[in-house]
C-alpha cells in the first residue's frame, strides 16, 4: 500500500507514526544518502583529475581545456560573458554552475530555517556554536601562520566544511552511527555554508557597478513579489534568477551570492493545502469500484480513458502539494551532487606535482591550510559545542558521547569543496606566482581533507558501539 492510499484510507500503522513522529522523513533521508553518495563520486572525481594532471602528454590537453571560452550566444548577446569578454571552461564552472550549486545551499538554508533542525533555536544552538567555532579557530591558526606573507589572502580557505565528503565518511560506518550525530554534522555543515557566503560576498567582490546590482535588486524584489503573490511557477523563479546571475556577475558581486538570494526568494507554500490535496485523492481514488474494477484491469494492460483521467488528477494534485522550494531542492540534488560538483573537482582538483618539492607540503600556504582543517576544525567546533553543553545552553545529540562528538569534530576538517572554491577566489591562476599558491593551496586542502577524514573515520570505528544505532532507520 503507498503513501496517496494509506492517506485516502487514513491508515496508519504505530511503526510508520513512531517513524513520523521521530522527525524522520522521506525526504530527510534521501538528502542525507545522496549527500553521502556524493561523497564518493567527489571522491573518485578527485583522484582521476589529480592522476590526468600529471600524465605527461595528457595533463597539456588537460589544463589547455579549462581555458576553452564559453559561449551562448543570441545575436551579440552571449550569456555567459564577463565584462564583455566570454567566460572560460574553467570560469563558466566556478562561477556559473556553482552558482546553481549555492542555489541549491540557499534552498537547504531556508528549509532549515522554516521546518528543519534551524526552526527551533534551542535545538540549533549547538550545531550552531559548533559551526561558529569550526569557522574561528581556523582562520586565527592560518593568520598567525601567514602574517606578513603574500599568501595572508587565503585565511578563510580552511573555515569550511563538506557536506558531501563527511556523510560519505559516515555512511562507511553504517548504522552504527546514531542519526542524531548525521543531523548535527549536516547542521554545522549547512551554518559552515553560510559562513561562506558571507565572506564570499563580503570580501570576494571587486569593483562595484551600482546600476546593475540596482537592476539585480529589482528583479529581486519582483520575484520577492511572486512569492507575496503566491505565483508557485518554478520557471518565474529560475527564469528571472538567471537575469539577476547575469547581472551579479557583470556587478562586481560574486554571482554565486546571486544563487543564494533567489533561492531566499521561493516561496516555500504549496499550491494546495495537505488538506486539500487528501480531499481531492480521495474522490479521485472513490470512482474505482473496488473488485469490479481490479477483475476489469487485469483483463487488460491499459488504463481507460475515464481511469486515466482520475490518476492524472491524483499526480497533479501530488505535484502541487509539494512548495516550489522543496520540489526544486529534492530536483537539484542528483544534479548537483552527481554532476555540478564532481565536475567542479575534476576541474579544480587537477595539480601538477612532478615539479614540487614533497617538503613543500609540510611548509608556507600548504601548511597553513592543513593546520587550519585538520587542527583548527577539530579545536574549535569541539571546543564551542563543550562549552555550549557544559554551560546547559544546548543538550548533547541523542545516543552522542564526547568520543563521538570529537570524531564529527575532527570529520568537520574534510573542506575539500568550498575551500578549493574560496583558494580560486584567494589565488589568481592568471599571475605565476599567485598560481603556485593556489597550487599549494589545492594540496594542503586534498591532504588536510584526507587526514580529518581519516582521523576521523578511525576514531568512530574504535570508539562507535558494533550494535545498531538505537534511532537508525532503515532504507526505503
Same mark, same amino acid.
Given at each position: ?310 490518476? =492524472? ?84 545529540? =541523542? ?78
Amino acid at each position: 500500500m503507498n503513501i496517496k492510499e494509506k492517506l485516502s484510507r487514513g491508515s496508519w500503522d504505530r511503526e510508520e507514526t513512531s517513524v513520523f513522529d521521530r522527525g524522520i522523513f522521506f525526504a530527510a533521508r534521501q538528502a542525507l544518502r545522496r549527500h553521502a553518495s556524493g561523497g564518493n563520486v567527489l571522491i573518485a572525481a578527485t583522484v582521476v583529475a589529480l592522476i590526468v594532471a600529471n600524465i605527461p602528454g595528457i595533463n597539456d590537453n588537460y589544463f589547455s581545456f579549462w581555458n576553452e571560452e564559453v559561449r551562448l550566444q543570441i545575436g551579440s548577446f552571449n550569456l555567459f560573458s564577463h565584462d564583455g569578454h566570454p567566460m572560460s571552461m574553467l570560469s563558466s564552472i566556478n562561477d556559473a554552475l556553482m552558482a546553481v550549486f549555492f542555489f541549491s545551499i540557499g534552498l537547504e538554508i531556508k528549509r532549515e530555517v522554516l521546518v528543519g533542525e534551524l526552526s527551533s533555536f534551542r535545538q540549533a544552538l549547538l550545531p550552531i556554536v559548533g559551526a561558529i567555532g569550526g569557522m574561528i579557530v581556523p582562520v586565527v591558526i592560518f593568520w598567525l601562520m601567514s602574517r606578513g606573507t603574500d599568501y595572508s589572502g587565503g585565511a578563510a580557505i580552511p573555515m569550511a566544511t563538506d557536506i558531501a565528503f563527511s556523510l560519505g565518511v559516515l555512511a562507511m560506518l553504517g548504522k552504527r552511527v546514531p542519526l542524531s550525530i548525521k543531523i548535527f554534522l549536516t547542521t554545522l555543515a549547512v551554518v559552515d555554508d553560510i559562513g561562506g557566503i558571507i565572506v564570499i560576498a563580503a570580501f570576494y567582490s571587486t569593483e562595484i557597478e551600482y546600476v546593475l546590482l540596482i537592476y539585480a535588486a529589482a528583479l529581486l524584489g519582483f520575484l520577492l513579489l511572486g512569492s507575496a503573490l503566491h505565483i508557485k511557477s518554478k520557471i518565474f523563479y529560475l527564469g528571472i534568477g538567471c537575469a539577476v546571475w547575469f547581472l551579479f556577475l557583470n556587478s562586481g558581486i560574486h554571482p554565486t551570492i546571486a544563487g543564494v538570494l533567489v533561492a531566499f526568494c521561493v516561496p516555500a507554500t504549496p499550491v494546495f493545502a495537505p488538506r486539500k490535496y487528501i480531499e481531492i485523492i480521495r474522490t479521485s481514488i472513490s470512482h474505482f469500484k473496488g473488485d469490479e474494477d481490479m477483475r476489469d484491469l487485469q483483463k487488460r494492460t491499459i488504463l481507460g480513458k475515464e481511469q486515466m483521467n482520475w490518476l =492524472k488528477e491524483v499526480e497533479s494534485a501530488s505535484d502541487k502539494v509539494i512548495s516550489p522550494l522543496q520540489d526544486l531542492e529534492d530536483s537539484l540534488h542528483p544534479i548537483v551532487n552527481y554532476f555540478i560538483l564532481p565536475l567542479f573537482a575534476f576541474a579544480n582538483a587537477g595539480i601538477y606535482l612532478l615539479d614540487m618539492s614533497p617538503a613543500s607540503v609540510f611548509e608556507g600556504v600548504s601548511l597553513a591550510v592543513i593546520l587550519g582543517l585538520v587542527l583548527g576544525k577539530f579545536l574549535g567546533i569541539l571546543s564551542f559545542s563543550w562549552l555550549t553543553v557544559k554551560l546547559g545552553l544546548a543538550p548533547m545529540p =541523542k545516543h552522542a558521547n564526547w568520543h563521538s562528538m570529537a570524531s564529527v569534530a575532527m570529520l568537520g576538517g574534510i573542506g575539500f569543496t568550498v575551500s578549493i572554491f574560496i583558494a580560486t577566489l584567494s589565488f589568481s591562476a592568471s599571475d605565476p606566482v599567485q598560481a603556485d599558491l593556489l597550487a599549494h593551496a589545492k594540496l594542503g586542502i586534498v591532504v588536510g581533507s584526507v587526514l580529518a577524514g581519516l582521523i576521523g573515520f578511525v576514531w568512530l570505528h574504535f570508539t562507535l558501539p558494533h550494535a545498531v544505532a538505537p534511532d537508525a532507520v532503515e532504507d526505503d
